[in-house]
Nanobody, 131 residues
Framework: QVPLVESGGGLVQAGGSLRLSCVGS????????MGWFRQAPGKEREFAAG????????YYADSVKGRFIISRDNAKDTVYLQMDSLKPEDTAVYYC????????????????????????WGQGTQVTVSS
């Protein structure tokens, strides 16, 4: 199994930065593509960023491209989301999620963005950006 635990959320002013972390467990973490999703109040959960097992390929929603960077350290079973130039509209609960590359999930940019591709989800961490 790949239980996931997020951390790093908090309150920050517009223009500030935060770095989210998501720690997995189990030897299978290194076979999972990883994604970050977010859910703002009153809105549906949406894709924010994704990264392949090797870290060679990353994908971003247009709304965060150029401001957020996803990365991973497989030696630490951890995926990160560096968030810079934060805006009030980035306020949301952020979730990390894992999809099993060994079974062909998240095989392309398109599939990374689908919640149905992901097997495991973290509990979420709140990010609040004040104006």
């Amino acid at each position: 199994q790949v239980p996931l635990v997020e951390s790093g959320g908090g309150l920050v002013q517009a223009g500030g930065s935060l770095r989210l972390s998501c720690v997995g467990s189990g030897r299978t973490f290194r076979t999972y593509n990883m994604g970050w999703f977010r859910q703002a109040p009153g809105k549906e959960r949406e894709f924010a960023a994704g990264i392949t097992v090797s870290g060679d390929n990353t994908y971003y929603a247009d709304s965060v491209k150029g401001r957020f960077i996803i990365s991973r350290d497989n030696a630490k079973d951890t995926v990160y989301l560096q968030m810079d130039s934060l805006k009030p509209e980035d306020t949301a609960v952020y979730y990390c999620a894992a999809c099993d590359s060994s079974r062909g999930y998240c095989s392309s940019n398109y599939y990374f963005r689908l919640e149905s591709e992901y097997t495991y989800w973290g509990q979420g961490t709140q990010v609040t950006v004040s104006s």
